[in-house]
């Protein structure tokens, strides 16, 4: 590859700031993006959002229209590090587990599974039925990564935008790129961790 490219799909799944995130950051990366917005995303982010499609197709290195079986990402041949799908609904979970591809998504799901690279599906329901978790199961027996976006407390987020940012670094982290937007677990001074544990306990630090 001349570059470091991943594809990226936004289903119609609540969440479409993921997916617009998630640009942002690769943008930021330099990691060519290819991406494709499903017709349910769309609705979505009008209900949700200010954004317009040309907002979307102003992060992407290449925008496909979601029918478009013929696209290069719908080919094995056209390498890549790998595929997110954020947010992930339930139907384009569905479409994976069972290799129906009936729309660029799944297609492009199930050519980065058969290719044996890196799928992560950051999905997005609540709360689950079985039907859901028998296909998270047999998507993850395929090879691919079950993310939910769930927020991490630890890190002390002070706004929405630091829980996305947070979900996001750790979804990129999959892949080895670094987003620098983590604030990870346990990394801060030996004098904060023994402050802590003293105050737990009742001692005065």
């Given at each position: 590859m001349s570059a470091r490219r991943l594809?990226?799909?936004?289903?119609?799944a609540s969440g479409f700031v993921y997916g617009m995130r998630l640009l942002e950051l690769l943008r930021g990366l330099d990691v060519e993006t290819h991406v494709v917005?499903?017709?349910?995303?769309?609705?979505?982010?009008?209900?949700?959002?200010?954004y317009k499609l040309a907002d979307v197709a102003a992060l992407a290195g290449a925008l496909y229209r979601c029918d478009d079986l013929a696209a290069p990402i719908s080919s094995g041949?056209?390498?890549?590090?790998?595929?997110?799908?954020?947010?992930?609904?339930?139907k384009t979970l569905a479409e994976v587990a069972t290799g129906l591809s009936s729309g660029l998504i799944a297609r492009a799901a199930d050519v980065t599974l058969k290719e044996r690279r890196r799928l992560v599906l950051l999905a997005r329901e609540t709360p689950y039925t079985l039907t859901h978790l028998r296909n998270m199961a047999a998507v993850t027996e395929m090879g691919a990564i079950?993310?939910?976006?769930?927020?991490?407390?630890?890190?002390?987020?002070?706004?929405?935008?630091?829980?996305?940012?947070?979900?996001?670094?750790?979804?990129?982290?999959?892949?080895?790129?670094?987003?620098?937007?983590?604030?990870?677990?346990?990394?801060?001074?030996?004098?904060?961790?023994?402050?802590?544990?003293?105050?737990?306990?009742?001692d005065a630090p």
């Open positions: 594809v990226v799909g936004i289903s119609g917005v499903s017709r349910g995303a769309m609705l979505t982010m009008a209900h949700e959002t200010a041949s056209f390498r890549t590090l790998g595929m997110i799908v954020a947010p992930c609904s339930m079950i993310a939910p976006p769930v927020p991490a407390f630890y890190a002390q987020p002070a706004s929405l935008d630091d829980m996305i940012a947070h979900t996001l670094g750790r979804v990129l982290d999959l892949f080895d790129l670094d987003s620098r937007t983590v604030r990870r677990w346990k990394e801060h001074t030996e004098a904060t961790d023994r402050t802590t544990c003293l105050t737990l306990n009742g």
